[in-house]
């Protein structure tokens, strides 16, 4: 199985701050990767798919990069929404699997 | 509108079974590909299952294959996850999710998920 492992686990962070979390694959997954947000008690949300293109309606301060093993997620200006637990997921080969996660705090 | 509703969630006894279904409306359902995530009390997102648009090919985990079946109703819109042998472990919110229509795993549409609890 492909293992994905992110980091940070936590991030403190202020509204306005620039952030990155990163998320690496135990082999390569080519661009076969998605970003997710979720909040407490609810369903994740798609943020970004194929490394680095946004769904539909998802602000543009978000932005992923990345190939092969090592991906980003990047938050230009951080918004009062953003803050949040987000997760990576490949799907480049079964079984699919998540980091994680990384719980984006408020300093 | 898409919505996918899952239910069938609850307390069952460890070696006990469940089946849960998602209910879905909004899209032809049997257009797309189906999936089940779990999510443990307080813990990370789990890939469990999928399921193609007819129902002729599936995926599983390995810590559920063998154990759990998914398969869907097309005619009634319906996923479905039976669940044998259940374990404490498989205790989580058992999320119903449909991907963006390219058959990639890419998970757009998400059901609010459903409890289950594995305990004597």
């Known amino acids: 199985d492909i293992q994905m492992t992110q980091s940070p686990s936590t991030l403190s962070a202020s509204v306005g701050d620039r952030v990155t979390i990163t998320c690496r694959a135990s082999q390569s997954i080519s661009t076969w990767l998605a970003w997710y947000q979720q909040k407490p008690g609810k369903a994740p949300k798609l943020l970004i798919y194929?490394?680095?293109t946004l769904e539909s309606r998802v602000p543009s301060s978000l932005s992923g990069s990345g190939s092969g093993t090592e991906f980003t997620l990047t938050i230009s200006s951080l918004q009062p929404d953003d803050f949040a637990t987000y997760y990576c997921q490949q799907y480049n080969s079964y079984p699919y699997t998540f980091g994680q996660g990384t719980k984006l705090e408020i300093k | 509108e898409v919505q996918v509703v899952e239910s069938g969630g609850g307390l069952v006894q460890p070696g006990g079974s469940l089946r849960l279904s998602c209910a879905a409306s909004g899209f032809t359902f049997s257009n797309y590909w189906m999936y089940w995530v779990r999510q443990a009390p307080g813990k990370g997102l789990v890939w469990v299952s999928r399921?193609?648009?007819?129902?002729?090919?599936?995926k599983y985990a390995d810590s559920v294959k063998g154990r759990f079946t998914i398969s869907r109703d097309n005619a009634k819109n319906t996923l479905y996850l039976q669940m044998n042998s259940l374990r404490a472990e498989d205790t989580a919110v058992y999320f119903c999710?449909?991907?963006?229509?390219?058959?990639?795993?890419?998970?757009?549409?998400w059901g609010q998920g459903t409890l289950v609890t594995v305990s004597s």
């Open positions: 999710a449909r991907d963006r229509g390219s058959a990639l795993g890419e998970l757009l549409h």
């Open positions: 194929k490394a680095s």
């Open positions: 399921i193609n648009g007819d129902g002729s090919s599936t």
